[in-house]
């Protein structure tokens, strides 16, 4: 990711309408798995640290990024568990709850990723992990992410079983709104043109992640889905969100 995204991610967290709902979903979810009681937990790209007290209600929580800006941000936050990936690697421990939130799409080689974390597992250890959805609505924000790609549901799915995890949960996410989103996405496409300075770029990234006077209502439609994902999956959306295991 551009350096310059981190601190608009930092500062986006704790009030744009999308990172609070898809706090608000994922924290649902990690409660139903029912884990056990101090589980070790490892967010693996954790970034900023958005999900890092989620995930601390549960365990012991490490945090993993490349980024010193990102690892940096998680301190002032006050996580001081935070390392490297090469420093991560080399300790070698291995956890019961391995978590990619938004990930795995910066990784060239996906399937040596998932196979990486899939090592740090105990035996009946889970995954859970976001990516976005659909190739169709690459956009420069994607590219500005470095991400090499958006998923489809069956080849994240090819992609977890050639890792070898089992799929418990498979759902895709921001349902409710995917219309509208995709609909900007693909007029933007359709009419817009990438940023041609530094003051366009700015301001494209600035658009992103602007709290709006709608924020709080985005915010409650995305949120509500968890009811939903509680009993069930939806069959599109602007992510998807799995939950993976590794054999016992």
């Known amino acids: 990711m551009e350096t310059e995204l981190y601190d608009y991610f930092y500062q986006a967290e704790e009030r744009h309408w999308w990172f609070r709902a898809r706090r608000t979903i994922l924290a649902d979810v990690l409660v139903r798995m029912h884990l056990p009681q101090n589980a070790r937990i490892a967010?693996?790209?954790c970034g900023t640290g958005g999900m890092l007290p989620v995930l601390a209600r549960h365990g012991r929580v490490t945090g993993v990024d490349e980024?010193?800006?990102?690892?940096?941000?998680?301190?002032?936050?006050?996580?001081?568990?935070v390392h490297s990936p090469a420093d991560w690697e080399s300790k070698g421990e291995v956890y019961d709850v391995v978590t990619a939130f938004d990930v795995i799409e910066h990784v060239e080689d996906d399937v040596a990723f998932l196979k990486a974390l899939y090592a740090h597992l105990a035996p009946g250890?889970?995954?859970?992990?976001?990516?976005p959805a659909y190739p169709f609505l690459w956009s420069t924000f994607d590219e500005m992410n470095h991400h090499y790609r958006r998923y489809t549901g069956e080849a994240l799915k090819r992609s977890l079983a050639a890792s070898g995890f089992s799929v418990v949960r498979f759902t895709h996410m921001n349902a409710f709104l995917f219309p509208a989103l995709a609909g900007a996405r693909l007029f933007d496409r359709a009419f817009g043109h990438p940023p041609q300075n530094e003051v366009e770029r700015r301001?494209?990234?600035?658009?992103w992640f602007r709290v709006g006077p709608m924020n709080g209502i985005l915010e409650r439609i995305f949120?509500?889905?968890?009811?939903?994902i509680?009993?069930?999956a939806f069959p599109f959306g602007a992510s998807i969100l799995t939950v993976a295991r590794k054999p016992a």
């Not at 980024?67 to 568990?81: H, I, K, N, T, W």
């Not at 301001?203 to 658009?207: A, I, N, P, Q, T």
């Open 223 to 228: 949120a509500f889905e968890r009811f939903w």
């Open 125 to 131: 250890g889970y995954l859970v992990a976001t990516v």
């Open 67 to 81: 980024s010193p800006l990102a690892r940096e941000y998680c301190v002032r936050s006050g996580f001081q568990d």
């Open 230 to 232: 509680r009993i069930g």
């Open 203 to 207: 301001r494209m990234v600035e658009s």
């Open 43 to 45: 967010d693996v790209g």
